[in-house]
Structure formats: structure tokens, C-alpha cells
């Protein structure tokens, strides 16, 4: 059985690291403080990719990684199924549509 942990508390866990960022770490350089926060969430985002396609054969397409994304990894992360995506016959992806975020 796995760990969960109440979406409050990593609400908070965020803003407080968001806050601490801004305001100590930063407290003068804002642009170096977004630049850091986005680096962590570009590797927590790459870490999680990774965890969750270790065991997954590699992505013959754009479009099979695409549906892997909207099907399996959105509803691990956020517990519900993607709102809307859309493409068009030469299966390009038109637009992605989150509803409800």
C-alpha cells in the first residue's frame, strides 16, 4: 500500500516554500527566486516521469507519449481523468483543454 499524504498539507508545504524563496532566500532577487522554484519543479516533474515509465516499453510516437501523459500519469497525479484533448485527423495534437485545475 502506498504513502498518501492530505492535498492540504502539500498545498501548504508548497506555499510555505514559495514564501521561504521569496522572502529569505531571495528577498532581493525575485527573478532568481522564480528561476529556483521552477528548477525544483522541473525536477520533481522529471523525477516522477521517470518513476512512473521505468517500467514501460519506450514511446513509438509524440502521440503515444501524449495519451500516456493525459491517461496514466494526469489521473496518478491528480486522482481524476483529463477533462478534454483534442486532435485532428494527421493525429497532431490541436490544443489541450484542463478543466477544473
Not at 2 to 7: L, N
Not at 76 to 93: G, P
Request: proline share 1%.
Amino acid at each position: 500500500m502506498g504513502r498518501e499524504v492530505s492535498e492540504s498539507c502539500v498545498d501548504s508545504l508548497l506555499t510555505e516554500m514559495v514564501s521561504t524563496y521569496s522572502n529569505r532566500f531571495y528577498a532581493n532577487k525575485p527573478d532568481l527566486a522564480a528561476h529556483s522554484i521552477e528548477a525544483i519543479g522541473y525536477q520533481v516533474g522529471l523525477q516522477l516521469s521517470e518513476r512512473y515509465t521505468m517500467d514501460r516499453s519506450r514511446f513509438g510516437d509524440h502521440l503515444e507519449a501524449i495519451k500516456f501523459i493525459c491517461k496514466d500519469f494526469w489521473s496518478e497525479l491528480f486522482k481524476k481523468q483529463i477533462d478534454n484533448l483534442k486532435t485532428n485527423h494527421r493525429v497532431i495534437i490541436n490544443y489541450f483543454f484542463f478543466q477544473n485545475q
